[in-house]
């Protein structure tokens, strides 16, 4: 199957700064790739949708001066996340849609964020 | 946009075979069904897909009556290494794909 990276797999940071993680797909092209978080013993949450070229999407609630969203090519889209605090720690997914008809999704193995 | 309902946890034995319903009354006539996988710390992997009827692969079997207002994913003689939460994903093709997950299904294999 298709293969999507995320990048760092964890990250330990200080209040304060900003942490990017990176989401690649490395077999094929993807117009839409979507980012979720996911805190201990919940489902994913849908943050954004990040379409190549263009703005990201953000779902309701969801500050977009505080996750910024780049999808600047069709294999690369990065989730910063800014001026970050100990709530913003959690388990950060990408995934990336392979094709349109059906819209199989692949994740990415997640990133870990501890904020201290 | 689809709404999915599915019991939060369920129990099972090694060698069994796991049936898990996803509700989806409100699932448009572009939406597919999708089922993941979810280990702690891990990112979902996909099991298998369907529209309509049946679909089976070499892991599972999508079962999806006709009026597709459900799924049930089954799961033959499962083992413990299938301890994980089930995800069902009801998501439309083009441009209307919104792919926001429901629950889950927490399932625990026991030896």
């Known amino acids: 199957g298709a293969v999507v990276s995320q990048h760092p797999s964890w990250v330990i940071c200080k209040s304060g700064t900003s942490v990017k993680i990176e989401c690649r797909s490395l077999?094929?092209?993807?117009?839409?790739m979507f980012w979720y978080r996911q805190f201990p013993k919940q489902s994913l949450m849908l943050m954004a949708t990040?379409?190549?070229?263009?703005?990201?999407?953000?779902e309701q609630g969801v500050e977009k001066d505080k996750f910024l969203i780049n999808h600047a090519s069709l294999t690369l889209s990065t989730l910063t996340v800014t001026s970050a605090h100990p709530e913003d720690s959690s388990f950060y997914i990408c995934s990336a849609r392979k094709g349109q008809l059906g819209g199989e999704l692949f994740f990415g193995e997640g990133s870990r964020l501890t904020v201290l | 946009l689809a709404k999915t309902t599915q019991p939060i946890s369920m129990d099972s034995y090694e060698g069994q075979e796991v049936n898990i319903t996803c509700s989806h009354n409100?699932?448009?006539?572009?939406?597919?069904i999708t089922w993941y996988q979810q280990f702690p710390s891990q990112g979902p992997r996909f099991i298998i897909q369907g529209y309509k009827t049946k679909v089976t692969n070499e892991v599972a079997s999508l079962f999806i009556p006709a009026d597709r207002k459900s799924s049930t994913l089954s799961l033959p003689r499962v083992s413990l290494s299938d301890t994980a939460v089930y995800y069902c994903l009801v998501a439309g093709s083009g441009g209307s794909y919104i792919p926001t997950f429901g629950r889950g299904t927490s399932l625990i294999v026991h030896p």
């Open positions: 409100n699932i448009a006539t572009n939406d597919y």
């Open positions: 990040s379409n190549e070229g263009s703005k990201a999407t953000y």
């Open positions: 077999d094929f092209q993807a117009t839409t």
